[in-house]
């Protein structure tokens, strides 16, 4: 029988510099983005050091969601300044390249085994 692979849980948070960032997801609350901007998927709100998830039935929206937000956090940490269309594309570009180069993050990143 093959082994199962170990599935990694939802981040519940994330490291960016110095800031450690919350992640909540929708049914945890997410009344900020529900209430406020029901056409949003997710949203950073940096004084408070909080990503706002909104969970999808497609999980792979919802990863996109989070690494999106995330990169809007390091936007800020870095002071790079860029437009939501960068950030958008970016994230869909990093995704991308993530997806069909698993050892090459390995390797970036030292990831174990
Ligand atoms: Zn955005």
């Known amino acids: ?3 199962r692979k ?3 849980s939802k981040p519940k948070s ?3 510099g110095v800031q450690d960032i919350d992640i909540v997801y929708s049914g945890e609350y997410s009344d900020a983005i529900v209430t406020y901007e029901p056409m949003v998927q997710g949203k ?3 004084e408070l050091k ?3 998830v909104y969970e999808h039935n497609n999980e792979d929206m919802t990863k996109n969601t989070i690494l ?3 990169m809007h956090a390091i936007d800020q940490f870095m002071n790079t300044g860029l437009s939501e269309e960068q950030i958008l594309q970016l994230t869909n570009g ?3 390249v993530g997806r069909n180069n698993k050892d090459f993050f390995k390797y970036i990143f030292c990831m174990e085994e």
């Open 1 to 3: 029988m093959a082994a």
């Open 6 to 8: 170990k599935r990694v």
């Open 14 to 16: 994330v490291k960016v």
């Open 44 to 46: 950073l709100v940096p």
């Open 50 to 52: 909080v990503i706002h």
């Open 68 to 70: 999106h937000e995330t």
């Open 94 to 96: 990093l995704i991308l």
